[in-house]
């Protein structure tokens, strides 16, 4: 029986944690073993689960990081239980999603993988690996990374880091430990981020584009969507302008709030996963909704929109925009990283970042056209090339060529 063993800060725990619990669900079905090795949140899983470390390494971790800008570089003793972990459950496949978030010594990681002779996979769901710093660097339209980085402009950014600027050492060691593992291969969930590899120092590894996808059949049109307006007040009168974010970090959150003055008042804007400081920012005639984990009532609001804004400056393969298309909804997004990837002149618009005026143009465009318009090529476009079963599929099928089965 093959085994497969995951590597993520989460398991079965927001956007990326649900991909590989869904990718452990797959295996299994196909008659493997999965384990899934996850750093802090977690929920519930078809696959055996192991903790890495624990809350006060986690906490010594980032405290370092903040004052030594040396994220990765710590959770010494973590890192050696989890390779010994990894040496008892014998994997035939190693895959590595999201290993940065305080948890994890990725030297050690690597020095075990470049060892240990097994097919790793390592699906990137944003730039960290391959910059000296950030995870995301479209803000400061930042190209160090393509040669080496050095004087961080977004040392303020996530892994934040208030003192020390350690970017260049960073940058040489990510690229001497992450290029020791011959048998690697490097999994961009979009087309955008598979050109940025391309770029930088994996540009000589193996890249293997496998797009995210979504369920099709949680995310389609619910035509009872009425529960939800009530819940929240929302008129019924009015277009209704919808955007979700996890966090509204570089979302866009002052985009729409500049956009709310720019649309007659017959439209109206639904934020969803504001935090309580961002719902204190947001005037009164927008709607503002704190996170939620309810999929039923985020379907709802999906399907009673007019429109999904993405105003978003910093993204690599937005799954907000592929679940407003399944359910029916037309897609307006900047062009930003992955974000046009999903988008035909049948199904929305794609305009600058920052263009407000565009953006309120294009809204009112689309709903002159009407909802109805858009809604079937909307939700043809999701279930015929984003189909979570088709992202499982290639995953799998990616599995066994690299086991030779």
């Known amino acids: 029986m093959p085994k497969l063993l995951q590597i993520n800060i989460t398991a079965n725990w927001g956007s990326h944690g649900k991909i590989a619990e869904n990718i452990g669900t797959l295996v299994i079905e196909n008659g493997w073993e999965s384990h899934i090795a996850y750093g802090r949140w977690y929920n519930e899983s078809k696959s055996h689960l192991y903790h890495i470390g624990n809350m006060t390494d986690e906490y010594i971790h980032g405290i370092a990081s903040r004052i030594f800008d040396n994220h990765g570089l710590m959770s010494v003793g973590a890192t050696k239980k989890l390779i010994d972990h990894i040496q008892e459950v014998n994997p035939d496949i190693i895959h590595l999603h999201n290993i940065h978030g305080y948890y994890l010594n990725y030297p050690l990681l690597f020095e075990y993988l470049s060892q240990c002779g097994k097919p790793v996979v390592w699906t990137?769901?944003?730039?960290?690996?391959?910059?000296?710093?950030?995870a995301h660097y479209m803000f400061a339209n930042c190209e160090k990374w393509k040669s080496e980085c050095n004087n961080c402009p977004l040392l303020s950014n996530y892994p934040t880091s208030v003192l020390f600027d350690r970017s260049k050492k960073n940058y040489l060691q990510k690229k001497r430990s992450f290029l020791s593992v011959d048998n690697l291969t490097l999994v961009p969930v979009s087309k955008w981020l598979e050109g940025e590899l391309h770029q930088s120092f994996f540009k000589t590894k193996q890249i293997h584009l496998i797009q995210n996808g979504i369920?099709?059949?949680?995310?389609?049109?619910?035509?009872?969507?009425?529960?939800?307006?009530?819940?929240y007040n929302i008129p019924q009168n009015k277009k209704l302008i919808l955007g979700v974010a996890s966090n509204w970090y570089r979302k866009g959150l002052d985009d729409f709030i500049a956009l709310r003055d720019l649309l007659p008042n017959d439209f109206h804007i639904v934020m969803v996963g504001l935090s309580k400081r961002d719902k204190k920012k947001i005037p009164s005639s927008i709607t503002g909704i704190e996170r939620t984990e309810n999929?039923?009532?985020?379907?709802?609001?999906?399907s009673a929109s007019d429109v999904f804004f993405n105003p978003t400056w910093e993204d690599n393969f937005p799954s907000t925009n592929l679940e407003a298309m399944a359910c029916g909804t037309p897609v307006i997004c900047y062009h930003t990283g992955g974000c046009p990837e999903t988008i035909t002149p049948e199904t929305g618009l794609v305009i600058d970042r920052g263009d407000l005026l565009s953006a309120a143009t294009a809204i009112k465009q689309v709903c002159i056209l009407g909802k109805e318009h858009y809604e079937s090529n909307c939700r043809k476009e999701i279930t015929s090339k984003f189909a979570q079963n088709m992202m499982l599929t290639k995953y799998m099928i990616l599995y066994q060529s690299l086991l030779n089965i």
């Open 124 to 134: 990137l769901h944003d730039c960290w690996a391959f910059t000296g710093h950030c």
């Open 215 to 231: 369920n099709t059949q949680r995310f389609a049109p619910d035509k009872q969507a009425e529960s939800v307006i009530s819940k």
């Open 295 to 302: 999929i039923d009532e985020l379907v709802a609001l999906y």
